[in-house]
T-cell receptor, first 115, second 111 residues
Framework: DAGVIQSPRHEVTEMGQEVTLRCKPISGHNSLFWYRQTMMRGLELLIYFNNNVPIDDSGMPEDRFSAKMPNASFSTLKIQPSEPRDSAVYFC?????????????FGSGTRLTVV | EDKVVQSPLSLVVHEGDTVTLNCSYE??????LLWYKQEKKAPTFLFML????IEKKSGRLSSILDKKELFSILNITATQTGDSAIYLCAANSNSGYALNFGKGTSLLVTP
């Protein structure tokens, strides 16, 4: 299994541009999570999908952020327009089902820099 | 609001030292506590603890949970330079599905 695959690995963009981050979860995993990691705030949950349906998006900072999961093997996190304070590492994680206490597998992350 | 606090935030030790990392939590309907190691990329799973007082051990790493006092510790004995990483603690609740992470402890082991 290739694990959770994220792309791109690094993204540098100018303020005001649209940014799209991509994630392919592990096949058969029903739960998908987007996290953001910064030095100041650590790892924060942005949104959680179960069976492709967004269950909790209360962590999405503001309307500039949106996430979709059109099918079981693909999810996107979009920021439009991007701002310098969005600079962070964005992780996608998946696990087999929401009831499991463990089994989270993280992708390698996308390091976003907004200048 | 659920909260996970780790201490210290950073630590520098010499190879061979023993270190103890701390994690305290306030989580409604607590279910489990997990430890992760994060090197340059994704966090990787170390331990999951659900029962108080039972030590989990893997080689030189061990962890224990105290559900009465709401904390966990991660011990690393005979540290090696390869142990240098950020160690993350996360709590999971019955009503939650996602992990509530602390900010991590950055450990540097010098030769």
């Amino acid at each position: 299994d290739a694990g959770v695959i994220q792309s791109p690995r690094h993204e540098v963009t100018e303020m005001g541009q649209e940014v799209t981050l991509r994630c392919k979860p592990i096949s058969g995993h029903n739960s998908l999570f987007w996290y953001r990691q910064t030095m100041m705030r650590g790892l924060e949950l942005l949104i959680y999908f179960n069976n492709n349906v967004p269950i909790d998006d209360s962590g999405m900072p503001e309307d500039r952020f949106s996430a979709k999961m059109p099918n079981a093997s693909f999810s996107t996190l979009k920021i439009q327009p991007s701002e310098p304070r969005d600079s962070a590492v964005y992780f996608c994680a998946s696990k087999p089902n929401p009831g499991l206490l463990y089994g989270y597998t993280f992708g390698s992350g996308t390091r976003l820099t907004v200048v | 609001e659920d909260k996970v606090v780790q201490s210290p935030l950073s630590l520098v030790v010499h190879e061979g030292d023993t270190v103890t990392l701390n994690c305290s939590y306030e989580v409604t309907n607590f279910r489990s506590l997990l430890w992760y190691k994060q090197e340059k990329k994704a966090p990787t799973f170390l331990f999951m603890l659900t029962s108080s007082g039972i030590e989990k051990k893997s080689g030189r790493l061990s962890s224990i949970l105290d559900k009465k006092e709401l904390f966990s510790i991660l011990n690393i004995t005979a540290t090696q330079t390869g142990d240098s990483a950020i160690y993350l603690c996360a709590a999971n609740s019955n009503s939650g599905y996602a992990l509530n992470f602390g900010k991590g402890t950055s450990l540097l082991v010098t030769p």
